[in-house]
């Protein structure tokens, strides 16, 4: 026996069944496959990914990526392998690891922090209810994620990745660097292979750009196809949760299942349950589609290299058969300013909501800025709390200030898209989701740079991000952006994309 500590808490386990077998980079088909020949157990692959967890993310390079292992996934996985045996498979993710941020409801050993250590002993009676649809479907929820804390909505000089509970998770491509905020930890284990799949969560880029910088797949959903409930919030106009992975086909499965009409959400009220994801792919899905490609995301022209990528990939699009309509134009004046009274006004209503729904131990914003402020060396010893001092400021959601600013902020980033979309008969949008990760500063917090996920974020439309190419070794990611509920089309075409340019490699651990 031996004993594994990972944070808030120690698991002891068996000794790995798994002997030399190295499932880095191994899809959910395949194991799938080798679950149905009997050569691999849910239980074995379960005790291989703690294993590796222990052995990469506390120890060796240190990445920082996982909070919490689930004390039950063992025993868990070892259920599923019974009913396996007696009555076959749930689905395809019967038996498989899903990391999920720390930021989602389980009703388990685990805890709900938001990385927060306001939070650190919040533990939730109720499964988000992706997390209940999860759990459905046979997966396994191996742990929890280290995120920026808040979802990095706490102070604007923020270090992505960096949480009270969880320190600071770093880049596996180079751990010197950034690995974007906020779902941090859920890319990173993807892309360290520390789990099979992830769950990360968006307000603006949070799902995108992780994935993005750490070379991974990552998928935002139109607003109301994943239900929010149990889910720490930033702003209820914009936040979604969202599936992280190696590949577009086991992003696609996990989308799958994460989808369904909620009855405590009322925005998945037209939630397109039908739709299976990962159905159709194929690598022709480029043909005869009609691609509109922006070139004016932010921070463009800062990064030669990254418009080479854009180059490249915009040329691997028409050899596999896409129109490509180059340099979309649109109007987004004040569409920022707008976003961030939206946020600011919500932040404020959403959280106070769930604290109180939750029965968690702080029970407003007030009060959390307070906790801040008395447990200021272990909570803020790098940043402060300028956003939550703002949020506190703002009235209800009947004040005309913040009402202006939702019409402002939607009307802008829809008509984006929208008018590109039927100006030019487009099937999809590209462009790059991310600059090459910057250097991890405490000081000065994020350096940003290029970034594209504001157009989706805002408007509430999906948008899919795929490994692209490298800098100096550093992943930079395409992303994909549609109309709302068109989930499947764009899927297929970033599937087709990924297969024309295999471009995912993993980091050097």
């Known amino acids: 026996m031996k004993t594994v500590c990972l944070a808030l808490l120690c698991v002891t386990i068996a000794a790995c069944g798994g002997g030399d077998r190295d499932f880095t980079e191994t899809s959910i088909a395949e194991l799938h496959d080798q679950f149905q020949r009997g050569e691999l157990s849910s239980e074995e692959l379960v005790e291989w990914y703690v294993d590796r967890v222990a052995a990469i993310d506390r120890s060796g390079p240190q990445l920082n990526a996982i909070i919490e292992i689930n004390p039950d996934a063992i025993s868990i996985a070892r259920a599923l392998d019974s009913e396996w045996r007696t009555s076959g498979p749930r689905g395809p993710l019967h038996g498989i690891p899903v990391v999920l941020k720390a930021n989602i409801d389980t009703a388990d050993q ?29 997966a396994v929820v191996l742990g929890k994620a280290n995120l920026s804390e808040w979802a990095n909505f706490r102070s604007s000089m923020s270090s992505s990745g960096w949480s009270s509970v ?14 974007c905020g906020s779902s941090s930890g859920s890319a990173v ?32 959903p139109t ?57 159709n792919l194929t ?31 915009v040329a691997a699009l028409e050899k596999q058969g896409a129109e490509i309509v180059d340099k979309i134009e649109y109007d987004i004046a004040n569409m920022y300013e707008a976003e961030y009274e939206v946020l600011l006004y919500e932040f404020r209503a959403d959280l106070n909501h769930y604290l109180d729904q939750s029965q968690a131990p702080i029970q407003s914003l007030a009060d ?13 010893p790098i940043f402060g709390q300028d956003i939550f001092l703002a949020a506190e400021k703002k009235g209800p959601l009947t004040d005309p200030e913040y009402l202006e600013a939702l019409a402002t902020s939607k009307r802008l980033a829809r008509a984006a898209i929208d008018n590109a979309m039927k100006e030019h008969g487009l099937d999809a949008i590209v462009a790059p989701t991310n600059g090459p990760a910057w250097m991890i500063d405490p000081v000065n917090g994020d350096n940003y740079g290029i970034g594209s996920s504001s157009l989706a974020a805002i408007s509430g439309y999906p948008s899919v991000t795929v490994p692209a190419g490298f800098i100096s070794r550093l992943p930079i990611g395409l992303s994909f952006i549609g109309k709302a509920w068109n989930e499947k089309q764009l899927i297929e075409i970033a599937y087709a994309f990924e297969q024309a340019t295999g471009v995912r490699q993993a980091p050097n651990l």
Not at 130 to 136: N, S, Y
Not at 168 to 178: E, F, I, K, L, V
Not at 368 to 380: E, G, K, P, S
């Open 189 to 220: 284990a993807v892309a360290a292979n520390l789990t099979v799949v992830a769950i990360g969560t968006e307000t603006d880029g949070s799902v995108v750009c992780p994935s993005g910088i750490n070379g991974i797949v990552g998928i935002k």
């Open 283 to 313: 690598a022709d899905g480029l043909r005869e589609k009609r691609i509109g490609v922006i070139r004016s995301y932010h921070g463009a022209g800062s990064n030669p290299a990254v418009d080479a990528i854009l180059d490249s990939s």
């Open 368 to 380: 959390l800025i307070a906790f801040n402020d008395t447990h200021a060396a272990t909570v803020m």
């Open 223 to 279: 607003l109301g196809l994943v239900s929010r409930s149990g889910i720490i919030p930033i702003a209820h106009s914009q936040d979604t949760a969202g599936p992280m992975a190696r590949s577009v086909r086991d992003a696609a499965m996990l989308l799958t299942i994460m989808t369904g009409v909620d009855a405590d959400d009322p925005a998945t009220a037209n939630a397109e349950i039908h739709h299976n994801y990962s159905s």
């Open 110 to 138: 685990m805890y709900t922090s938001a990385g927060s250590l306001a939070l650190a002993d919040h533990a939730p009676t109720t499964d988000a209810y992706v997390v209940k649809r999860l759990r459905d479907a046979g």
């Open 166 to 179: 969880g320190g600071q998770t770093r880049n596996p491509y180079d751990t010197a660097r950034s690995p």
